[in-house]
Each structure stands twice: as structure tokens, then as C-alpha cells.
């Protein structure tokens, strides 16, 4: 499915999530020829993302509403910024607002997070997003964390080899996780391992993985991976990563910083939509 389609289905639901049994506010004080225009305002500093499916909402519930953008999906901006306005019938925008804004909020909201974790590492290693993504939202929250600087980990189960806790338990060991994931892997996949323990480590590394997981290990215990893989594999750290952890990680020299708390934590933006009635022949205050 296409990016489009699949924003298009999510936009939809959305709305009818909100507009089921229509808008009673709205049409009970809003004349149907009511015409006004809706500024998407940032109430404080912010990465935008989320541009596209915030112009979606308005369409859906109107084709007539135009939608400008005046910022760009990964610009940084200051608070009083207008990223977007939009213009057509008063009711159609104000039965679109808490759709539009909620993708947009929750949207800019993981970019601006990944921008500041992006920015402790201050390029010494990746930042990068888990699988722990909102149902449904996978696509945009990933678009989300590119648009903040961030890296993007593996898309779905089919995209890559990912060898678990679990996945250990049930093959008997990591080595034997390791050596059947290669029989079956194409040679363009790389293997990646999580470990938990310092023997794990030792034997992911004599078992040749060449990417390998260091999962809720401690500072001191990162420092001495690093030490041990000395560049024989991608190291990627998981697990108890926050803002002020990053900076020490990354100076260990680890090569991947795996952050869920990025999609499943991030707070919303704060932005808000002002509406101002456009006086003239379609329209006119009721």
C-alpha cells in the first residue's frame, strides 16, 4: 500500500472516530457559508512533522479547504512560528482541528524528541526507533524520527534478522540462533543479535554476529563490550537510554543508540489552531 492510501484510510478513520454523529457545536453556530482560515500556531519550540496528514484532514472533511504550508517537515522553529494555515468553510475546519492537530502534535512531538537526542550524540553514533510504535502509525512515527535526525530501525519483522531473548531460549543457545538465522538468511541481511550478559557477548562475537544488541547493560558494562567486540561487530546499545545517559554512551563509542521511549513516550508538541472569520461575498458573520 502507498504511503497516500494508507494516510488517506487513517485520515478517515480518524474523522469518524470524531464525526460519527456530525459536529452539533459547529452547525448549531457556524452559518454554512461561513468562510474563516485556521493558523496552526507553535506554542513553543518545536521540529515540525506530520504536514501531509494534517492537509489531509481538512480535505477530507471539505475539498474545498486549501492548506498552506509554511514551514517544512523537519524544520526546527521557535515558538509563535505559523507552520500551517488553512482556509475554507468555518465548519469544515473546525470539525477537522482536533483530528488535524492531534497527527500533528504527536507527530512533531517525536521529531522534536529524536532532535534532541540527535543532538547530545552530536554525531558520534546513531540515533535510531524500535518496533514500539503506535498501531497503525508506524509509517508516520518513522517519517517522524527521520524528520528529527534520527535513524530508522528495522521496518517489520520480514526486513531484517533480529535474534532475541526468546528466540535464544527456544533455539538453545545464541550460537545455534546465530548459525540457523544464516542458513536461512539472504546474504544481503546482516545478522543481529541481542545479549544480555557478558558471556552472551563472547559467544555472539566467536559465532561471527555482526551486529549485536547490548541490551539494559550498564555503563560500565557497555564500556567493557566495547572494549571486547574492539570492532569485530556493530554495537548497539537498548534499554535505560534517556537525554542524559546519550552523551556518555556515545563517548564510550558505541555505533547505535536504540531509543523506544522516541514513538511510544515522546510528548505532544504544543500547537495550537486559531480560527479568524473572512468577511466578504461566500461568507459573512452569522
Not at 498552506?68 to 475554507?88: H, I, K, N, S, Y
Amino acid at each position: 500500500m502507498t504511503l497516500t492510501k494508507q494516510l488517506e484510510q487513517l485520515v478517515l478513520a480518524a474523522l469518524a472516530e470524531d464525526l460519527a454523529g456530525g459536529d452539533v457545536t459547529t452547525e448549531a453556530t457556524i452559518a454554512p457559508d461561513q468562510v474563516a482560515t485556521a493558523s496552526a500556531v507553535a506554542k513553543s519550540e518545536l521540529v515540525l512533522s506530520g504536514s501531509d496528514v494534517f492537509s489531509m484532514c481538512f480535505h477530507a472533511v471539505h475539498p474545498g479547504c486549501r492548506v498552506e504550508a509554511l514551514a517544512v517537515d523537519g524544520d526546527l522553529v521557535p515558538a509563535g512560528t505559523v507552520l500551517l494555515r488553512a482556509e475554507g468553510p468555518a465548519r469544515a475546519l473546525l470539525m477537522a482541528e482536533r483530528t488535524a492537530l492531534n497527527f500533528l502534535q504527536h507527530l512533531s512531538g517525536v521529531a522534536t524528541m529524536t532532535r534532541a537526542f540527535v543532538r547530545v550524540a552530536a554525531g558520534r553514533c546513531r540515533i535510531v526507533d524500535t518496533r514500539k510504535t503506535t498501531p497503525g502509525l508506524r509509517r508516520l512515527e518513522r517519517l517522524a524520527v527521520r524528520h528529527g535526525g534520527g535513524h530508522n530501525h528495522r521496518n517489520d519483522l520480514g526486513s531484517a534478522v533480529l535474534i532475541k531473548d526468546n528466540h535464544i531460549a527456544a533455539a538453545g543457545s545464541v550460537t545455534a540462533a546465530i548459525e540457523r538465522a544464516r542458513a536461512f538468511a539472504p546474504h544481503t541481511s546482516r545478522i543481529e543479535v541481542e545479549v544480555t550478559t557478558p558471556a552472551e557477548l563472547d559467544e555472539a562475537l566467536a559465532a561471527r554476529a555482526e551486529v549485536i544488541l547490548l541490551d539494559h547493560f550498564d555503563d560500565a558494562a557497555v564500556e567493557a563490550a566495547v572494549a571486547t567486540a574492539s570492532g569485530r561487530a556493530i554495537l548497539e546499545v537498548s534499554g535505560n537510554v534517556n537525554l542524559e545517559r546519550v552523551d556518555h554512551l556515545a563517548a564510550l563509542g558505541v555505533d547505535v543508540i536504540s531509543v523506544g521511549a522516541l514513538t511510544h513516550s515522546a510528548p505532544a508538541a504544543d500547537i495550537s489552531l486559531r480560527l479568524s472569520p473572512v468577511e466578504g461575498p461566500a461568507g459573512g458573520t452569522p
